[in-house]
Each structure stands twice: as C-alpha cells, then as structure tokens.
T-cell receptor, first 112, second 115 residues
Framework: KNQVEQSPQSLIILEGKNCTLQCNYTVSPFSNLRWYKQDTGRGPVSLTIMTFSENTKSNGRYTATLDADTKQSSLHITASQLSDSASYICVVSARGYQKVTFGIGTKLQVIP | DAGVIQSPRHEVTEMGQEVTLRCKPISGHDYLFWYRQTMMRGLELLIYFNNNVPIDDSGMPEDRFSAKMPNASFSTLKIQPSEPRDSAVYFC?????????????FGQGTRLTVV
C-alpha cells in the first residue's frame, strides 16, 4: 500500500533558527515528490518538485533533498521567519497522477 | 490570471440537503482535481479530469458524491444528500500536465459544514 509518513507532526521553533522536516514514503513506481506549504485557511502552494534523478532542490530559504534509495526526503528551512508558520505537506506521485499520495503534514510554528 | 477560483468559500447546510461546490481552473490547464482535506486524513484526491473528461473517480467516497466538468473553465462537485461526516475543506486544483515536473495550483478551498 502506498504511504507517506511525515515527522514530526508539529514543531515550534524560535525565529531565526533552522529546522528540518522529514518525509518517508513507500510509493511505487516512483514518479516525483513535492513539498507544499499550506498557510491557515489557504490552499497548498508548491515549494519544490523533484523527480527520481534529482537529489536536492532549493527555493530561497527552503531546501529539499531526496534519497530515492532509502525513499526519504527532507525539507530544510534556514533562518526561519514568522511567515514560515504553516503546514508543510509531502506529496508523492506514482506513475499516473491518480495514484498521488499525501502525507498528513507537519505543522510548524515560528515564534518571536 | 487570478488563479484557481472556488465558490463559495464557506458553506453551512443541514443534513440531507444538496450541496454544490464550484471551481474555475486556470485558463489553459488541461487537468483539474478535486480534493478533500480533514484533520484526521489530510488531503485526499477525490477525482480528476483531463480535457473535461473524468479520468479517475476512485477517490469519490460514495454515490452521494458526483463531479462534472461541462467545459474547460468550470467544474462542480455535488453532494446529495449531505451528511455531517462530509464536513471538510474541499479544494480544487489545476495543472498543465498530470505528472513529471509540473505544479498543481490550488484554489482557496470551500469549508463545508453539515449540521
């Protein structure tokens, strides 16, 4: 069964600190992995998309890594800001979009 | 482009009533997706369309749910009759392609409460 597990479920960090969110998946055959940011009351917005051949991708202070062998991905946030407070969702697609699998998400709160 | 537009933003209805959610995808996007999001289960894909044709509705929970896409710029998700367990946020998203290095753009969502 295709599954995506994220950890931690929630996280509180001080403004300016770094953090790393984890995503483990058992989706096959693997097509791509995406990280979304979802602000409260809004729809998810894509941060990064990685295919099998990519092992790192950056988007400003966000850096995603992918290890296709261990089926793990991480999202690293550098120098966190209050606006980073949101849920971060890992989404893995198998070949054929209908088999997309979502993680529950990690709820991040950045405090002053 | 204004992005994916959903209406209404909030809907409160009584159990047994019919509910219709609406979506306008981004112009030029060939794929449209309907999702449901709850605290317990996160985001779930309900159905998706390609060029207005439903491709996979295996995520639709029951026959009470139906979706249509009469043209490239409009889609509806209907629940009839609605039940309290249908309460959730429903998102519509569109994209240029189904897989690979493409991004799905989400609407703001419709928060449905069935009492």
């Amino acid at each position: 069964k295709n599954q995506v597990e994220q950890s931690p479920q929630s996280l509180i960090i001080l403004e300016g600190k770094n953090c790393t969110l984890q995503c483990n998946y058992t989706v096959s055959p693997f097509s791509n992995l995406r990280w979304y940011k979802q602000d409260t009351g809004r729809g998810p917005v894509s941060l990064t998309i990685m295919t099998f051949s990519e092992n790192t991708k950056s988007n400003g202070r966000y850096t995603a890594t992918l290890d296709a062998d261990t089926k793990q991905s991480s999202l690293h946030i550098t120098a966190s800001q209050l606006s980073d407070s949101a849920s971060y969702i890992c989404v893995v697609s198998a070949r054929g979009y209908q088999k997309v699998t979502f993680g529950i998400g990690t709820k991040l709160q950045v405090i002053p | 482009d204004a992005g994916v537009i959903q209406s209404p933003r909030h809907e409160v209805t009584e159990m047994g009533q019919e509910v219709t959610l609406r979506c306008k995808p981004i112009s030029g996007h060939d794929y449209l997706f309907w999702y449901r999001q709850t605290m317990m289960r996160g985001l779930e894909l309900l159905i998706y369309f390609n060029n207005n044709v439903p491709i996979d509705d295996s995520g639709m929970p029951e026959d009470r749910f139906s979706a249509k896409m009469p043209n490239a710029s409009f889609s509806t998700l209907k629940i009839q009759p609605s039940e309290p367990r249908d309460s959730a946020v429903y998102f519509c998203a569109s994209s240029l392609a189904a897989e690979g290095n493409t991004e799905a753009f989400f609407g703001q969502g419709t928060r449905l409460t069935v009492v």
